[in-house]
Structures are given as C-alpha cells and as structure tokens.
C-alpha cells in the first residue's frame, strides 16, 4: 500500500466534482452514494432490497393503505449534536417541497395530501404531514400508492437540521451535517472529497477510519492509480474489462451485481412509420441481440426480453422475438414496405453506444431498412428525443427506487409523454389501467398480476427492441476486506469495509 495514504482511510474515484450534497438537490449517483453516508431517512433499502428500518424503528400501514405512521428511535443525533425528532423530519419534507427550495425531487413526496395547496402557496402547513409526539410521525398520502415507502428511502427523503440549514443557506450544500456514520472533514473541489468516520453513529461506528473520494475525469489515469495502489475500489471501465477478467493477479478481486437499468432501443409510436407495430416487432427480430450482448457488449449484463429488469419481479415473461431475419422479411412486406424503407436513429455522443449502432444498422440493412445514424452530445440529444424528433432511438433507463412501477408507469403510461419518461409516445389505454391498478393495489401478489399483464401487453405492442439489464462490475485491491457491491448506491453506507 503507497505510503502517501491517510492509514485507514479507503480510497474511491469519483469521474466529476459533486454538484451538490444537500439531500433535497441531488440528481446524480454521485451525490446520492456520497449522501447515503452523510444522511439517513425514516427507513432505507437493505442489501435484499427489502425496506429495513433507519431511523424509524416501526412503522404501521392502514389498511385503505393512505396513512403511514412511523416511531422514531431515541438518541439519533445530527452531527451538532441535537437529538432527532418527528419535527425534524416535518421541516425536512416541507423544505424539499418548498418552491423556494427549488428542488427537482418534489416527486418523491407529492402524494402526500396537501401538498399541491402547500407549494401553490394556499396554506403553510402540509396537510398530511403529522407530528403526533417527539418520536411519532404520522403521513397521509391522497390516495394508496404501493411503492411510497420506497420513495421514503430515496436521497430527497434525508432528515437534517433546520438550524444549520438556516444558518449556512446555500453553504449547506457543501458544507452539509447530518445523522450519518460519516462527515465531511475536508474538500478541495475538483481535487477530493474526505469524510471521517463518525463514533457516535446511532448504528455503531463504522470499520474504517474514513473515505477519500478522488476526482479523476479520465478513465485511463483511473486504471494506472488504481494499479499503483492509490484507490482501493474502482467500477471496472468497459476498455479494460477483458483484460481484467483475463487476469489471474485480478480475476478473484472483481464483483459483479445485476443492474436494476434497462437498455433499449426506442420507436417513436406517435408517427410513421413506427406506429405500425407490425414493423416494430420487424425490426425486434432482425436484430441478434444475444450475439451484440456476447460480443461487442462482453456479456456486461442480461439478456432481457421485457421493461423490468428479473430483480425486481416475481413473474418471468417469455422472449417473444428471438432472432430471425426471413420473419422480419415477411412483417415488413406486411407492415406495406415490401422494398424496405429509411429511417433515422439518434444517440448520444459515445463510442461504445456507436459500435453497438453500426451493428445494428447493419442487421437492419439486411432485411431492407436504411438506418442513418445521427449522433448528439448528450443535452441536445435528451431534448430531441424528449421532443419526438426521432424515428427511433437507443437510451437506457435506471430505476429510482427498486419496484416494478418505476419501469412501468414513467416509460409506458400515457400521462407521460415525452420528457416524463415515456419517450416512446406509446399510448394503450389497457396497460394505463393495469398499471393504476398496481399502484393502488396493497397486495403484493395481486400487483404483480398487474404487472405482469401489463408487461405482456407492451411486449406484444412492441414500442422497445429490449436489448439486456446492464450488469455493474467493481475490481479491489487484495488488501481491502469485507467489501460487497450493491444493486442501489444508497444502500452501502460504508460501514463494513475496511482496508
């Protein structure tokens, strides 16, 4: 281990300066990895994905499934010292939802009742935000939503301290103080960012002495720091996969986790030619996707043939277009293009994505369709596609929060066209109401009936080539212990691993 290291300390790359670290602010990964350990909310997501609590102890669900009471445990306290209290948690959500916050996360709590009347400047207090006692909270939302207590783990749902929020203003974003096991002991913007591990943490004290986060654009100077012993844990850049796996000195040292991500390729179903689905499900067969997957791609990730990715379902749903360029043939003669046709297809300014696009460009030259290739830097491409400019286009979607509803109602229900999420404009008023019926719905196997029959009907319409669930791979030094990879950055809190 280099002797120019705090001894103790763990070393990790971050590719940008984070923007901001206050909870109600943070967009990125970066932000939020980083402020899961700065932070905690009422509950949080353990490494099953289950909802565990954090600092609430319990918490009770009324049947109508409307009302969440949560019991907060004693002796949690800010980095100030304070103890935590339910009014804590009141102004913390009442600040997110606040219009001179100017949160872009006031999603995460809206369905709680009153707010619309609270950020329309109608009343001062939220309706449905309830301090019963010291350590009692209780939230009302408008209607059932099966996925809420989810939202409650997310970054945006953090408790901090109006005293210092207030006396800091816009400083708090760098200079934030929360609950959790780590604070911020130094940060030299654009350098690096040091947390120091804290010994009063309500749920022990963490194994390390601190964390060093590095900020390194580049990917290359990432690999020769990291194989100078400079940072202990990396996400494997895509260049140097092979040659790591390949690697007797580093192949027991890689982790792997299933991606909760979909990768796909768009039709814009709101126009011609794809608001044919017979082309559509053409084009789905004229590609070998498993051979993209295996090849260009090697083996990064899961072969998928449907919106949600296998870790979050119970219910599995059949490939229904496997690869086969004389089907693909015959529905575009039947689609009405029996000499083929030419489209345009939009992506992002990246390398990989483009070798991934000239091979399906040449899949689609096969059975007749012309596919020009227009590639953006990534603003102007988001707003293209937002707009509907394309006739297709390849994006990948991340879930949110871990529940089947995230890969459902943003990508495929029609109140979100566009910049919503449904970037596809795919509009069926069937799959609309299975997925209203999920969300309502408190039984866990009767919402995944929901699901799965929604799912099968967006696979039978086609507005997606489902390509695969994009897996997530870290390589570590051999003298790091106890480290694990998760599927969501807020899960790890930095307290098991240790140099």
Same mark, same amino acid.
């Given at each position: 281990?280099?002797? /120019? ?29 980083? $402020? ?21 102890? #319990? ?11 949560? =019991? ?24 997110? %939802? ?15 009742? *009153? ?12 309706? !449905? ?30 408790? +901090? ?7 800091? *203003?816009?400083?708090?974003?760098? /200079? ?14 654009? &350098? ?37 012993? @400079? %940072? ?18 580093? #192949? ?17 179903? $709101?126009?011609?030619?794809? /608001? ?31 919106? +949600? ?31 083929? %046709? ?58 949110? =929060? ?18 919503? !999420? ?16 999920? &969300?309502?719905?408190? @039984? ?6 929901? =699901? ?24 570590? &030094? ?22």
């Amino acid at each position: 281990m280099p002797s /120019n290291r705090i001894d103790g300390y763990i070393y990790y790359r971050l590719s940008a300066n984070p923007s901001t670290l206050d909870p109600a602010l943070i967009v990125d990964v970066t932000g939020g990895s980083i $402020s899961a350990k700065l932070f905690n909310g009422l509950v949080r997501f353990d490494e099953n994905l289950n909802i565990v609590s954090d600092i609430s102890y #319990k918490w009770e669900v009324s049947r109508d499934g409307r009302t969440y009471v949560f =019991y907060l445990k004693r002796g949690v306290r800010f980095l100030n010292g304070r103890e935590v209290t339910a009014d804590d948690f009141k102004y913390s959500f009442q600040r997110l %939802l606040s219009t001179q916050t100017k949160s872009p996360n006031t999603w995460v709590l809206d369905r709680i009742k *009153g707010v619309k009347e609270f950020i329309d400047g109608k009343t001062e207090d939220i309706a !449905g935000i309830k301090v019963e006692d010291r350590y009692k909270l209780k939230i009302t939302i408008e209607e059932p939503f099966a996925p809420f207590l989810s939202l409650l783990c997310m970054t945006a749902a953090y408790v +901090v301290p109006k005293e210092d929020v207030e006396r800091l *203003g816009t400083d708090f974003s760098t /200079n934030p103080s929360g609950t959790g096991p780590f604070t911020i002991k130094e940060w030299k913007h654009n &350098q690096y960012l040091r947390l120091e591990a804290r010994s009063d943490y309500f749920d022990g004290k963490p194994r390390t002495k601190g964390i060093v986060y590095k900020v390194i654009p580049d990917d290359l100077t990432t690999v020769a720091e990291f194989e100078s012993g @400079n %940072l202990d844990v990396i996400s494997m850049p895509a260049a140097e996969f092979s040659r790591y796996m390949k690697d007797p000195k580093w #192949k027991d040292l890689i982790s792997g986790a299933s991606g909760i991500n979909t990768y796909y390729l768009g039709f814009n179903c $709101s126009r011609p030619p794809f /608001n044919n689905p017979m082309l559509r499900k053409a084009v789905s067969f004229a590609i070998d996707r498993d051979k993209i997957l295996k090849t260009i791609y090697e083996g990064r990730g899961l072969p998928s043939s449907s919106p +949600v990715p296998p870790l979050l379902k119970a219910w599995s749903v059949p490939a229904a277009y496997p690869y086969s360029p004389d089907r693909a043939r015959l529905l575009l003669r039947e689609a009405g293009y029996p000499t083929g %046709l030419k489209i345009k297809i939009y992506l992002a300014a990246d390398q990989e994505v483009l070798d991934i696009l000239e091979v399906i460009q040449g899949y689609l030259k096969t059975i007749g369709i012309e596919a020009e290739l227009r590639q953006l830097e990534w603003s102007a491409y988001k707003d293209a596609i937002n707009n509907g400019e394309p006739d297709a286009f390849w994006i990948s979607w991340w879930a949110d =929060y871990p529940d089947p509803e995230n890969f459902l109602f943003p990508l495929f229900h029609s109140s979100n066209l566009g910049s919503a !999420g449904n970037r596809t404009r795919f509009q069926n008023k069937e799959v609309d109401a299975l997925i209203e019926k999920g &969300q309502r719905s408190m @039984n866990k196997t009767q919402r995944d009936e929901y =699901y799965q029959k929604a799912e099968e009907l967006i696979v039978k319409h086609a507005p997606w080539v489902f390509f695969w669930h994009k897996k997530d791979f870290t390589i570590r &030094q051999p003298w790091i212990k106890n480290y694990k990879i998760y599927p969501i950055y807020s899960i790890d809190k930095g307290m098991e691993i240790e140099a």
